[in-house]
């Protein structure tokens, strides 16, 4: 009998009181024949998401505490046999939606410099929607010591390198529902760090 593979979901959150439970929600509606948990790693944050992920845990279950892009990825995983999918918005049928045109020009630009200095063989290092076989998760995370912004792109660098299998898949970003990014000028001054920093250790 096949075994079924269960998902680990983790979703980082800052002050996210007012998106989290819409998230949640979403993730159970369209994930009702995947068999997942959802891991809320929560920065401590001061609005209150803490308590708001009590209350959810209450209503699924603490065992059950977040998106149908999760399909789409284990349909590629599945096809491709890779060990990590990863969402793209930079290739056809790909975008986001809600941003301004600096925050366009913002994300494209650092992933284009992030490409020629690193040519880590994917189009969107900064994008978050990615599925990591358990082994490979375990490695990878192991060998990197970036936070923040930086985190999402050593991750996938250092899978290249290692000559893990990754494809791609297009998604969508949607803007948050509530609230403002945190992205900033530390966070932009932090990538550039981490750019240099991977550039002379991979």
């Known amino acids: 009998m096949e075994q079924k593979n269960k998902y680990s979901i983790i979703v980082p959150t800052y002050n996210e009181r007012l998106n989290i439970a819409l998230i949640v929600y979403l993730i159970f509606k369209h994930l009702r024949d995947v068999d997942f948990e959802i891991i809320v790693v929560d920065d401590g944050s001061p609005d209150g998401t803490q308590e708001v992920v009590k209350q959810l845990q209450n209503l699924y279950g603490e065992d059950r505490i977040v998106s149908s892009i999760l399909i789409y990825l284990q349909k590629k995983q599945s096809e491709t046999g890779a060990s990590i999918v990863t969402g793209t918005r930079y290739v056809k049928g790909g975008g986001v939606h809600g941003w301004n045109l600096m925050r366009k020009l913002t994300s494209r630009g650092a992933n284009v410099l992030a490409q020629t200095l690193l040519w ?53 970003f949607v803007d948050r529902v509530f609230g403002s990014s945190k992205l900033g000028g530390s966070e932009i001054i932090e990538y550039l760090k981490g750019l240099s920093y991977l550039l002379v250790t991979t």
């Open 120 to 172: 880590p063989g994917v189009s969107d290092l900064t994008g978050s929607f990615r599925l990591y076989k358990k082994s490979v998760l375990e490695d990878v995370i192991s060998s990197c010591v970036s936070k923040g912004y930086v985190f999402q792109m050593e991750m996938i660098v250092r899978a290249s390198r290692k000559g893990y299998h990754i494809e791609e898949v297009p998604i969508t």
